[in-house]
């Protein structure tokens, strides 16, 4: 079974600039999230879909972050303009249908390295 | 607001010692706790997860077990190699999941 894809594994900008990362999640899982994990810090959550539906984004700095999960599948996180403190590696995970609470559990990609110059 | 705390922060042993990481967190009101390695560079690779009316579980040399009223869990390791040196993670799932800072582990030839 194929696990998340994201791309690209790297990326380096200069600061307001933009930068969009994509996430592939595996086959029929509903729950996709988005992840920074900042240098030294456990993964915060960013924002999670639930098909192409959002269900938390309430930790995503929306003045300049954006997500979105078109067909419910793939999905794109976008900085638009980065900051240095932006500095991070973004992680997606997905997971698969839960009847209710826990949430299903959660399998990770590799993520994308983020240095804003 | 559920905090999750992971001590040490770094550790460094010879090989073939048996060690213990530790997570707590504030809020004992969980469904499960997971236990994640990180190798530098790479995403996470879940090793256990414990459900909430689960003491403990093992795989291979890991052990983790859980202490939902005190807020606690450990991770052991039995008999550490060199390759077992990443960066372990530990994750309180709720309604939502809050990761702890991580234990950077190294275990010295």
């Known amino acids: 079974e194929a696990g998340v894809a994201q791309s690209p594994r790297y990326k380096i900008i200069e600061k307001r600039q933009s930068v969009a990362f994509w996430c592939n999640p595996i086959s029929g899982h509903a729950t996709l999230y988005w992840y920074q994990q900042i240098l030294g810090q456990g993964p915060k959550l960013l924002i999670q879909f639930q098909n192409n539906g959002v269900v938390d984004d309430s930790q995503l700095p929306k003045d300049r972050f954006s997500a979105e999960r078109l067909k419910g599948v793939d999905s794109t996180l976008k900085i638009q303009p980065a900051k240095l403190e932006d500095s991070a590696v973004y992680l997606c995970?997905?997971?698969?249908?839960?009847?209710?609470?826990?949430?299903?559990?959660?399998?990770f990609g590799p993520g994308t390295r983020l240095t804003v110059l | 607001k559920q905090e999750v705390t992971q001590i040490p922060a770094a550790l460094s042993v010879p090989e073939g010692e048996n060690l213990v990481l530790n997570c707590s967190f504030t809020d004992s009101a969980i469904y499960n706790l997971q236990w994640f390695r990180q190798d530098p560079g790479k995403g996470l690779t879940s090793l256990l997860l414990?459900?909430?009316?689960?003491r403990e579980q093992t795989s291979g040399r890991l052990n983790a077990s859980l202490d939902k009223s005190s807020g606690r869990s450990t991770l052991y390791i039995a008999a550490s190699q060199p390759g077992d040196s990443a960066t372990y993670l530990c994750?309180?799932?709720?309604?939502?999941?809050?990761f702890g800072a991580g234990t950077r582990l190294t275990v010295k030839p």
């Open positions: 414990i459900q909430s009316s689960q």
């Open positions: 994750a309180v799932i709720g309604n939502d999941m809050r």
């Open positions: 995970a997905s997971s698969p249908p839960a009847p209710g609470p826990p949430l299903g559990e959660q399998f």
